[in-house]
């Protein structure tokens, strides 16, 4: 298709070339490693020792007819500190480079076969202009779809036209991730992104920059 969403030929891939399987399991595997690498991990709760308050004991042992009780930080308490307590922690993790790179292609293999991708020859976008960029999703169908457009390379007026639309994220074909591909109910390929795609010149995976993946380009 071009900008203005008319079909300017045909594209003829064998999505073997792709990826020769598709492993449900090392698709899951790597996206659940993604999303684990973008915990902040920040959550902390007080023990009975770091809240604030007396160690003094409430009222006297016996004679009170209320249940014995200590202090006023015990977890039992309101205001009193956390029994199991959550602390700080990294929850990043890694597969072997080769397995996330070929999530990766697994990932857009699954898209090409299900029929969630569309080809564009070009956007037309020579400046920044989030208006053009609406106006050419808005023709190719994709008005309030979420989607990811891949390009060949970073495209900088592409990217800064749909960095404000809500639910578009556009990424160079090299940065993309099994869950970047993934998550997105549509995916936007340049031919030009896809021929790189199609002669196994893109790395793909993300691998260096795993602990961040899944945010915007």
Same mark, same amino acid.
């Given at each position: 298709?071009?900008? +203005? &969403?008319?079909?300017?030929?045909? %594209? ?6 792709? !990826?020769?399987?598709? $492993? #449900? ?26 809240? +604030? &308050?007396?160690?003094?004991?409430? %009222? ?6 209320? !249940?014995?009780?200590? $202090? #006023? ?105 099994a869950l970047s591909v993934l998550t997105p109910k549509k995916v936007v ?29």
């Open positions: 298709m071009d900008a +203005s &969403g008319k079909e300017v030929g045909t %594209y003829e891939i064998d999505t073997n070339v792709i !990826a020769d399987r598709i $492993s #449900k399991q090392l698709l899951h595997d790597v996206v659940v490693m993604y999303q684990a690498n973008k915990r902040q991990g920040s959550h902390n709760t007080r023990t009975r020792g770091q809240v +604030s &308050g007396t160690n003094k004991k409430m %009222y006297r042992q016996k004679g009170t007819g209320n !249940a014995r009780a200590g $202090s #006023k930080r015990t977890n039992i308490r309101r205001g009193g500190g956390v029994a199991r307590t959550v602390k700080p922690r990294d929850y990043s993790y890694r597969h072997p480079k080769k397995a996330i790179k070929l999530a990766t292609r697994m990932a857009i293999r699954s898209r090409v076969d299900d029929g969630e991708v569309v080809l564009i020859d070009s956007f037309g976008i020579d400046s920044p202009k989030t208006s053009q960029l609406e106006k050419v999703l808005h023709c190719l169908g994709l008005k309030g779809v979420t989607t990811l457009i891949a390009t060949s390379e970073d495209d900088v007026a592409v990217y800064k036209s749909g960095r404000n639309i809500q639910g578009v994220c556009v990424e160079p074909v090299r940065q993309l991730n390929f340049t031919i030009a992104a896809m021929d790189k795609i199609k002669d196994g010149t893109f790395a793909g995976g993300c691998v260096g920059e795993l602990i961040a993946a899944g945010g915007d380009a």
